[in-house]
């Protein structure tokens, strides 16, 4: 089994900053890709930010410049920073991975979710 820990989300004013981490542990031979989505109330899920093995990023337009995703190969986590952060980034933050398990199967695995509010 593979389980996903997501840790830092919390209350912050605007223009404040948070760090959100996720670490994956369990029977994993290596980890391709990692991100975040987040979800906020009534909304569907949208990608925030994604990363490659190499550190190939990718972002949501509305977070480029404010957010940068980084990974730990060695440690298996994921890093979210967020600065500048804006009352409409309020979300439930949930990373994901996609890991290749000691028998070669490959699945994508979530966290559980932590919860991001910014106060106007």
């Known amino acids: 089994q593979v389980q996903l820990v997501e840790s830092g989300g919390g209350l912050v004013q605007a223009g404040g900053s948070l760090r959100l981490s996720c670490a994956a542990s369990?029977?994993?031979?290596?980890?391709?890709?990692m991100g975040w989505y987040r979800q906020a109330p009534g909304n569907q899920p949208e990608l925030v930010a994604s990363?490659?093995?190499?550190?190939?990023?990718n972002y949501q337009n509305s977070v480029k410049g404010r957010f940068t995703i980084s990974r730990d190969n060695a440690k298996n986590t994921v890093y979210l920073q967020m600065s500048s952060l804006k009352p409409e980034d309020t979300a439930a933050y949930y990373c994901n991975a996609r890991a290749i398990l000691s028998d070669r199967t490959a699945y994508t695995y979530w966290g559980q979710g932590t919860q991001v509010t910014v106060s106007s």
């Open positions: 990363i490659t093995p190499d550190g190939s990023t």
């Open positions: 369990g029977s994993i031979s290596s980890i391709d890709s």
